[in-house]
């Protein structure tokens, strides 16, 4: 069952991937701008969450290779996950969040989060 721990680093660091990879910004001479339009506090939440996906990724590996140590980590991984569900759930019921980034991310986090908690639930 550990696997689970290693489909929820590879899901986080497959994110943390593609939110460095959309450039938040552009060059222009001696300044920086953001880029299409994105201002300055989104780009900054956007390489916070990369940060952040990186970290309780890399965590979700580590777990993975030393298992005993996953309560009350992962506990806290796990709640992350659902908050992602429903932070996703809400902006796309009252939002406008496309339904193709609900089911991308907020239904995906969802999935590893039921994961993570049967883990959690069937450890000795």
Known sequence: MEIILLIGGVYNWLGAALLFASPPLRPTGATVLPANGQR?????????????????????????????????????GTFLKYW????????????????????????????????FTLYLVGRD
């Open 84 to 115: 992602a569900f429903l932070a996703s759930f809400c902006a796309w019921r009252r939002a406008g969040l496309p339904r193709a980034a609900f089911l991308q991310f907020g239904v995906a986090n969802l999935g590893i989060a039921i994961g």
């Open 40 to 76: 300055g506090d989104y780009v900054q939440s956007k390489m916070f969450m990369a940060g952040a996906a990186l970290t309780f990724g890399a965590m979700y590996f580590y777990l993975y290779l030393h298992p005993r140590y996953a309560m009350p980590f992962l506990a806290f």
